[in-house]
């Protein structure tokens, strides 16, 4: 029997809507068995690509308003040493395990992602998002018939499911939602960290060491609300809201603008994995105050008329 809090995500069952996002406590098993031990409904891992990657030198992350600055440049050890991270995560987790993905081109993403499943991964996100990696970010996301391509070609090539994390830096986020679905996306991600910066007025110089990073946290509810709200009534497969999510109340927003399910990042920087707890416990207090049997009922019912 399906609990309240219990949803589907393409083929895969969450016991809750609130999952972790890439880039935060995803690089280890022993990080992501942490945040399952502490309620998250799924992991998701870092992004993790065909070869080792060094990242972008300091400072990669700065405090901004209402959120946090970075520009990581997706440090990570090669889809050949995470394997055995994967394999680990899932002998000692009970939540399904996403492996986010990324590539320069569509055999990279699709090569990796077969790595990642016969490694035992569930689902995997592919990363086409990145804010502030040259020819592997937002340029494909960006690009229709790009990102068309590597979502057929990685799901030509694995049997699992595979969802398509979207960026916010575009000037019609439904485009590249409905380009996913039409390339095979079983889901789709909304959003990855909004494309920004900061300056030192005493050194006169960009922060970051990259100059440019992507924008996360409280600051970028409203703009991941409003896409998780556009792309709703445009596309079947399910949503995964993402952006600024610190509280059930922030949560329930995104399911009632038609998110299936969420990912929590920024907020576990500050408040700790003990943040899946409070959510879900708030969802429960809330579904039963409203009068609401499950929380798939009240997926997208702010678009009610
Ligand atoms: C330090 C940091 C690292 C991140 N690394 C990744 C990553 O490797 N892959 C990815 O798809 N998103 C990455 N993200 C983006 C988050 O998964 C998420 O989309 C974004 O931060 C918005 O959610 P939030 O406001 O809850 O953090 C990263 C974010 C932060 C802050």
């Not at 994967?86 to 077969?114: L, Q, W």
């Not at 035992?120 to 340029?139: F, I, R, Y």
């Not at 946290?217 to 409003?226: E, N």
């Amino acid at each position: 029997m399906k609990s309240k809090l219990s949803i589907d995500l393409a083929e895969l069952r969450l016991a809750n809507p609130a999952m972790l996002a890439a880039g935060i406590l995803g690089m280890t098993s022993f990080s992501l068995k942490r945040v399952a031990e502490a309620g998250a409904g799924a992991v998701v891992t870092k992004s993790v690509g065909l070869k080792p990657r060094m990242g972008y030198p300091n400072p990669t992350v700065t405090q901004a308003e209402g959120g946090v600055l970075n520009a990581m440049g997706l440090p990570n050890p090669g889809i050949d040493y995470f394997a055995e991270e994967i394999r680990k995560t899932k002998s000692t987790v009970n939540c399904p395990v996403i492996t986010s993905i990324y590539g320069f081109s569509a055999e990279e993403y699709a090569k990796i992602g077969k790595k990642a499943e016969e490694a035992g991964t569930d689902a995997l996100e592919l990363n086409v998002s990145c804010p502030h990696v040259e020819k592997v970010g937002c340029e494909i996301g960006q690009d229709p018939k790009i990102l068309k391509t590597i979502v057929k070609t990685v799901k030509k090539n694995v049997s699992i499911p595979v969802f398509v994390k979207l960026t916010p830096n575009v000037t019609n986020i439904i485009e590249f939602a409905k380009t996913a679905e039409e390339g095979g996306a079983d889901a789709v991600t909304a959003i990855n960290t909004v494309r920004a910066m900061a300056i030192n007025v005493e050194t006169k110089r960009p922060i970051l060491g990259n100059k440019l990073g992507g924008l996360s946290g409280p600051a970028i509810k409203p703009i991941a609300l409003r896409c998780v709200y556009e792309i709703y009534p445009e596309v079947k497969v399910p949503i995964i809201g993402c952006g600024g999510i610190r509280s059930w109340r922030d949560a329930v927003e995104f399911i009632l603008a038609g998110a299936t399910a969420v990912q929590v990042g920024t907020a576990i920087s500050f408040e700790g994995p003990e943040v899946f707890q409070s959510i879900k416990k708030g969802i429960e207090a809330y579904l039963k105050k409203e009068k609401h049997g499950s929380v798939r009922e009240i997926v997208g019912l702010a678009h009610r008329g």
